[in-house]
T-cell receptor, first 112, second 111 residues
């Protein structure tokens, strides 16, 4: 079936290193992708988004890459900080309406 | 500018009871979506409201219903609660470019 999933359930990163979180999707008709950060006890926080007519988008310390050929997107966090420790979700927003389909999440643990 | 707000923060109910959760979207947002997030999983889409009508619905039974008011706030109602309904219920409002902003959620525990 159609799904959005993540390759790694947990990622341990040394403070100051770069983090890369990967996500696969299966619906080639998807046209909008979002990365969310969720800290314990809180709702998902919007980080960055990308539309299918782009292959790269940069924000503050974050970069999202989209590879439509292999239906893969990634989130890169530069100079990872302790405050980046959280669960990260990719979500797919399909053309028909604003229904978001989420993957299972990757937990990022930042080691001091 | 207040973000998306939800109430209550936590709720404990017993099986068979009914519950109502509330959401106020970000200022200027007219579309509200509800999601259910089980522990350790990603959020699952329940339904979406726009112009006081249900516009889209996910794979949830009719026990889950909602409402949107003229001021764009929304309610989620769940009847005949089951143990499996225990989850974090999230509300999201949609911005100008279709990005969705989430509230802090309501943690529902069904005993």
């Amino acid at each position: 079936g159609e799904s959005v999933g993540l390759h790694l359930p947990t990622l341990s990163v040394q403070e100051g290193d770069n983090s890369i979180i990967n996500c696969a999707y299966s619906n080639s008709a998807s046209d909008y992708f979002i990365w969310y950060k969720q800290e314990s006890g809180k709702g998902p926080q919007f980080i960055i988004d990308i539309r299918s007519n782009m292959d790269k988008r940069q924000g503050q310390r974050v970069t999202v890459l989209l590879n439509k050929t292999v239906k893969h997107l990634s989130l890169q966090i530069a100079a990872t900080q302790p405050g980046d420790s959280a669960v990260y979700f990719c979500a797919e927003n399909r053309a028909a309406g604003n229904k978001l389909t989420f993957g299972g999440g990757t937990r990022v643990l930042v080691k001091p | 500018d207040a973000g998306v707000t939800q109430s209550p923060t936590h709720l404990i109910k017993t099986r068979g009871q009914q519950v109502t959760l509330r959401c106020s979207p970000k200022s200027g947002h007219d579309t509200v979506s509800w999601y259910q997030q089980a522990l350790g999983q990603g959020p699952q889409f329940i339904f979406q409201y726009y112009e006081e009508e249900e516009r889209q619905r996910g794979n949830f039974p009719d026990r889950f219903s909602g409402h949107q008011f003229p001021n764009y706030s929304s309610e989620l109602n769940v009847n005949a609660l089951l143990l499996g309904d225990s989850a974090l219920y999230l509300c999201a409002s949609t911005g100008t470019y279709n990005e969705q902003f989430f509230g802090p959620g309501t943690r529902l525990t069904v005993l």
